[in-house]
């Protein structure tokens, strides 16, 4: 579990997410790209900048579907030239934060101004997850439009409607 909130809880323990090998780093590259890179030194490359983490291996291979003329070698240059603006100097000091914030960056200046927007707001709130309603409140705008944007880019995850629970969408919590 990941959370934008520390608990020093009786019973809480933190959860280290390793990362993945170079060859199951490029598996799941594969998988969302809907390609294979697996003889691509530049997506082995860019998974390496990526510190193999999953979560963003997922969100580059989704950039790589949804930009047709993107490959692993103009993604990799694109993330290194996206400026990031991280405000916390212990966490710009942490090169796989920097590089996960490039992708995240990249990814939502290929989007709409309103997605960006949204994906913003979504940090102002105490939980990782909002509804639509509460979003569009908060933003005073539909938004419909953006979450959808949002969400085929791997930026938030739908959770969708249960018996017990409304549909809201999750921004993962790094």
């Not at 860019?46 to 692993?72: D, K």
């Not at 913003?120 to 953006?146: C, D, Q, R, V």
């Not at 085929?152 to 969408?169: C, F, K, P």
């Amino acid at each position: 579990m990941t959370a934008r909130q520390r608990s020093g809880g009786e019973g809480i323990k933190p959860i280290k997410v390793d990362a993945l090998s170079p060859e199951s780093a490029i598996q799941l590259l594969n998988f969302h790209a809907g390609r294979d890179y697996t003889k691509d030194v530049d997506a082995l490359e860019l998974c390496n900048l990526l510190s193999f983490l999953a979560f963003a291996i997922r969100i580059a291979g989704i950039n790589l579907q949804i930009f047709n003329n993107s490959t692993p070698k103009t993604l990799l240059n694109d993330i290194k030239a996206t400026p990031i603006d991280i405000s916390d100097p212990k966490r710009r000091s942490e090169e796989y934060r920097e590089n996960v914030a490039r992708l995240i960056q990249f990814s939502l200046e290929s989007l709409d101004k309103g997605a960006e927007d949204v994906f913003i707001a979504m940090g102002a709130f105490f939980a990782p997850a909002a509804t639509p309603e509460i979003l569009s409140i908060y933003l005073n705008e539909p938004i419909h439009k953006f979450l959808n944007e949002l969400h085929i880019s791997g930026l938030i995850e739908l959770i969708r409607a249960t018996d017990n629970a409304v549909a809201s969408y999750r921004l993962h919590d790094l």
